[in-house]
């Protein structure tokens, strides 16, 4: 089946412009997570949602990051005028209810000049 | 200190080498320890799940959890150039849901 889909895969902003990314989630997958992962690090969490509710938004950055998933299935990663440091790959992930795993997207490249 | 801790090499081995990558974290009340692998340009998938301590093999794999040691490892027995990609160790604590990544090693496969 379809896994974990995001888009744009690549994103050129000047800095100080808004973006949006986009995450299409396995179909049936309760939990999503993003992740924001900088060049040559690991993933860092950023913030989960269980169907609609955002029940974990401690690794947001900044008051310039805010995500939502309002029908409990898409789920939207805004930034606000964006900065240099944002430069990274977002990553989405999705889950089953009651399950480990957890499957990740492709990731969108965000690069902020 | 980061709380997950992975030395981000390069490694490079040949070809039916036994790879071993290892992390070391400091708290000690994570429970959940997971290996994922991540290729160029692609997301994270995960290899090997392992709740608490022990060891757990799947195929050319194993992890092994030492829980006393704050320390994890994952070995890859009769390497092959497709395993050649970013291995991430991960942890969870317990009631949590966010993954905590190490900074991930590079692996290289030479034929």
């Known amino acids: 089946g379809a896994g974990v889909s995001q888009s744009p895969r690549y994103k050129v902003a000047k800095r100080g412009q808004d973006v949006a990314l986009r995450c299409d989630p396995i179909?049936?997958?309760?939990?999503l997570f993003w992740y924001q992962q900088a060049l040559g690090q690991g993933p860092e969490f950023l913030t989960y949602?269980?169907?609609?509710?955002?029940?974990?938004k401690s690794g947001l950055p900044s008051d310039r990051f805010f995500a939502e998933r309002p029908e409990g299935s898409v789920s939207t990663l805004k930034i606000q005028r964006t900065q240099q440091e944002d430069s990274a790959v977002y990553l989405c992930?999705?889950?089953?209810?009651?399950?480990?795993?957890?499957?990740f997207g492709p990731g969108t490249r965000l690069l902020v000049l | 200190q980061k709380e997950v801790e992975q030395d981000p090499g390069p490694l490079s081995v040949p070809e039916g080498a036994i790879v071993s990558l290892n992390c070391t974290y400091s708290?000690?009340?994570?429970?959940?320890f997971m290996w994922y692998r991540q290729y160029s340009r692609k997301g994270p998938e995960l290899l090997m799940y392992?709740?608490?301590?022990g060891n757990k093999e799947d195929g050319r794999f194993t992890a092994q959890v030492d829980k006393s040691s704050k320390y994890i490892s994952l070995f890859i027995r009769d390497s092959q150039p497709s395993d050649s990609a970013t291995y991430l160790c991960?942890?969870?604590?317990?009631?949590?849901?966010?993954?905590?990544f190490g900074q991930g090693t590079r692996l290289t496969i030479n034929p």
């Open positions: 991960a942890m969870r604590l317990q009631g949590a849901q966010k993954l905590v």
């Open positions: 949602f269980q169907n609609e509710a955002q029940l974990d």
């Open positions: 708290n000690s009340a994570f429970q959940y």
């Open positions: 179909s049936g997958h309760v939990s």
């Open positions: 992930a999705s889950r089953l209810g009651g399950r480990e795993t957890q499957y």
């Open positions: 392992t709740y608490s301590s």
